[in-house]
């Protein structure tokens, strides 16, 4: 399989945008289990107020799926997918559908190409605005994904939308923004790691005439982005998920929270749930980046015929 040929008229930014969303959701649907156990794995050794001594634990990304089936049932592994593809279809959306457009803007005027710079520049800033727009879903979604380990299996919510009106309610509209700062850190971070990563190995691997603009492509430069972004964003990662899942006066800030984790785990806690990071932020990064070019073109051939 090679998928769609590269189109002689590029899509517009409308087309990615809505593409980027899709392919969002896509990825989700495929990869969910796995970031599920990533956050349970990430919040493991919590100290939560109040102590208790009866949490589920949870040995590697095998041994953290089946005790979740076992204990929970299946349902369990997409426990906030519904949050997680609202997340998608605005998050996705605007990171990774308008990052070519903010590109351009931070292009100079007559360059032949787009520099370094120009490149990280707009995974910033994509990254930034998408995670001040999407915060409340992203919230959601761990706090259910985490639900399953709270002590005697007491459950937070009875669904998505009782979630949202629970939070504002009982944490002030604040609480649906909670860990806003070092979400946007982590996504700055995870943009560059994945869209800049993804266009610079695309890039070079088109301009050595190594592969041509079609899925195996895709697929190597998705893999690569994958794993760079995992490395880099893991520490950030570990405190937004512990940040965004504590109760209220857990932590003070984001720096208590900080400083608790290295407190109580070191520099090796930054980096829990690695392996399903990575496996979910790779394969995850090849099922979207794969699915979004693909859906570009499909938008594009269909468009004269809709004209």
């Not at 896509?26 to 990533?38: E, M, Q, R, S």
């Not at 399903?276 to 995850?284: A, E, K």
Request: hydrophobic share 40%; net charge positive; proline share 5%.
């Amino acid at each position: 399989m090679v998928g769609l040929k590269p189109p002689e008229v590029p899509p517009t930014a409308a087309m990615k945008f809505v593409s980027a969303g899709m392919a969002g959701c896509i990825a989700d649907l495929c990869t969910f289990p796995l970031d599920t156990a990533k956050v349970r794995l990430q919040i493991q050794g919590e100290v939560r107020i109040p102590r208790s001594t009866s949490t589920v634990e949870y040995r590697g990304v095998l041994g953290t799926l089946s005790t979740m089936v076992r204990t929970e049932g299946p349902r369990s592994l997409y426990s906030g997918l519904a949050a997680g593809l609202q997340r998608q279809m605005s998050f996705a959306s605007i990171r990774i559908g308008l990052y070519d457009s903010v590109k351009q803007l931070y292009t100079p005027k007559g360059a032949e190409s787009t520099g370094l710079a120009a490149r990280v520049l707009a995974g910033c800033t994509t990254g930034a605005v998408a995670v001040t727009c999407a915060q409340p879903t992203d919230v959601v979604k761990v706090r259910f994904q985490a639900n399953g380990a709270q002590p005697d299996g007491v459950r937070r919510y009875s669904g998505t939308v009782d979630a949202y009106r629970t939070i504002a309610r009982e944490e002030g509209v604040r609480g649906l923004w909670r860990g806003t700062l070092p979400n946007i850190a982590r996504n700055a971070i995870i943009n560059c790691g994945e869209l800049v990563t993804y266009d610079l190995i695309k890039d070079a691997l088109l301009r050595a005439h190594l592969m041509t603009d079609n899925v195996p492509c895709h697929f190597v430069a998705a893999f690569g982005a994958g794993f760079c972004a995992t490395v880099v964003a893991s520490p950030v990662d570990v405190v937004k998920t512990r940040y965004m899942n504590a109760g209220p006066g857990q932590y003070r800030n984001v720096l208590s929270c900080f400083l608790a984790l290295l407190m109580q785990d070191g520099l090796a806690g930054f980096y829990k749930g690695f392996v399903p990071s990575f496996l979910r932020l790779g394969s995850w990064n090849v099922v979207m980046f794969v699915s979004y070019e693909q859906l570009q073109r499909v938008a594009v051939l269909a468009r004269p015929a809709q004209s």
